[in-house]
C-alpha cells in the first residue's frame, strides 16, 4: 500500500511542478529557472508545515503522511526532503553534521551532474 499512495502522490507532485515551470517561464521568461526555484522554495515550506503538523498531531495515519511527504512533495520537490533532513540535523544541535550535508550534497550532487554531463559529450565526440 505504501507503495502505492506514495505513486499517486509523485504523479500530483510532478504534475503541478511541470505547472509551476510552465508558469514562471510564461511569467518570466527562460532566463533564469525561476521555476525550480519556486517549486524548492514552495515546496520547503509546505514540507515545514507538515513536519510541524505531523510532529503536534499523532493520529495520522503513515499512509497520509507518505502520500503528502514522499509523494505529493517528492514527486514536486526532492529539494524539501533536503531541507527537511537538514534542518532536523541543526535541530539536533548537529551543526557540523549539518553544514557538511549541506556543502556535501550541494557540490556532490553538482559534480555528479557535470560527470554525467561529460560522459555524454565524451561519447559525442567519439566516432
Given at each position: 500500500?505504501?507503495?502505492?499512495?506514495?505513486?499517486?502522490?509523485?504523479?500530483?507532485?510532478g504534475a503541478l511542478r511541470h505547472g509551476v515551470?510552465?508558469?514562471?517561464?510564461r511569467l518570466f521568461g527562460f532566463g533564469f529557472p525561476f521555476g525550480t526555484m519556486i517549486v524548492n522554495i514552495a515546496g520547503s515550506f509546505v514540507m515545514g508545515l507538515f513536519?510541524?503538523?505531523f510532529a503536534f498531531r499523532t493520529g495520522i495515519p503513515q499512509h497520509m503522511r507518505l502520500f503528502l511527504t514522499?509523494?505529493?512533495l517528492g514527486g514536486f520537490t526532492t529539494f524539501s526532503a533536503f531541507s527537511l533532513d537538514a534542518a532536523l540535523l541543526v535541530e539536533r544541535h548537529a551543526y557540523?553534521?549539518?553544514a557538511a550535508y549541506v556543502a556535501g550534497s550541494v557540490v556532490a550532487s553538482l559534480l555528479a551532474l557535470f560527470a554525467?554531463?561529460?560522459?555524454?559529450?565524451?561519447?559525442?565526440a567519439l566516432p
Open positions: 500500500m505504501g507503495y502505492f499512495v506514495v505513486f499517486l502522490g509523485a504523479g500530483i507532485g515551470n510552465l508558469g514562471s517561464a513536519a510541524g503538523y514522499t509523494g505529493v557540523w553534521l549539518a554525467g554531463l561529460s560522459i555524454f559529450r565524451f561519447g559525442a
